[in-house]
């Protein structure tokens, strides 16, 4: 099925540069492995495929899902795929694809509930929080300029397929907020007031904050209203994971008010 076997240096230099943040930026490109993550990705137009590095017996199996694809399939044996992943256990299948730029700016918001997050830096928390919002229908993740990048692979591994599904786009709180005034801001912070028993809007943006710091201190002078998850009085936790805690405040927000 495939025309082209085995892994030649040109690729394995791209597709290694590829784990670079710089070098996706460069060629507008990322790689998404996993046979799960890879047939919903050649399933879908948004991020169209430019190579599909896979073993024989993926492709074999996936003969239908390739047909479109004929001439972006390369052979590999599972030693050379090994070559070239990020994971510690390199699956059956690495596809290259296009990043989509969803062409948001602060003028584009759905007025639904979006996420606005405020330098997440852990690829697990990044892609599970996209994950998140892929399964309560958030509009938008917003994110700032330090976060970790959305289409480094341990993001893309821990978003299973949400990217394709999540408008994001990368801007300042402030650009944000002044261009929507009238959009209820609530901040996640140790110290603000319950959020249980609050009657929540069915729009608005929830900000959380940074995995160790917290939201910046700039950022904190645009919440319309700071908000936490109290933890109870035997408990001797500090803080929650930020990715568990923006499930919780997700689920809290969608559920019907009394």
């Known amino acids: 099925m495939s025309d ?96 989509h730029s969803w062409a948001l700016d602060a003028k584009d918001v759905s007025k639904g509930l979006a996420l606005y997050l405020d330098g997440i830096r852990d690829p697990g928390n990044m892609g599970t929080i996209l994950r998140i919002a892929d399964w309560f229908g958030i509009s938008t993740v917003y994110c700032s300029s330090d976060c970790v990048d959305l289409y480094m692979s341990k993001v893309v591994q821990a978003a299973m397929g949400a990217i394709l599904r999540v408008p994001t786009a990368i801007l300042s709180l402030e650009e944000l907020t002044q261009s929507n005034p009238e959009w209820p801001v609530y901040g996640t ?37 700071k908000i936490s998850l109290p933890s109870a009085q035997e408990s001797g936790m500090e803080s929650l994971n930020a990715a568990v805690a923006t499930g919780i405040f997700c689920a809290l927000f969608r559920q019907p008010n009394a």
């Open 4 to 99: 082209v076997i085995g892994l030649s240096k040109n690729k394995k230099k791209y597709l290694l540069a590829l784990q670079s943040k710089k070098q996706r930026q460069k060629y507008n490109k990322f790689v998404v492995e996993g046979d799960k993550i890879a047939r919903e990705f050649l399933s879908q137009n948004l991020f169209p495929p430019e190579l599909i590095f896979a073993t024989s017996s993926w492709i074999e199996t996936n003969k239908k899902l390739l047909k479109v694809h004929l001439n972006k399939v390369v052979t590999l044996s599972e030693s050379e795929l090994k070559q070239v992943s990020s994971l510690t256990t390199p699956n059956q299948v690495l596809v290259v694809a296009d990043i």
């Open 189 to 225: 912070v140790l110290d603000g007031s319950s959020v249980y028993g609050q009657s929540l809007p069915e729009a608005g943006l929830i900000v959380i904050g940074n995995e160790g710091r917290g939201i910046k201190p700039e950022n904190l002078k645009l919440l319309h209203h």
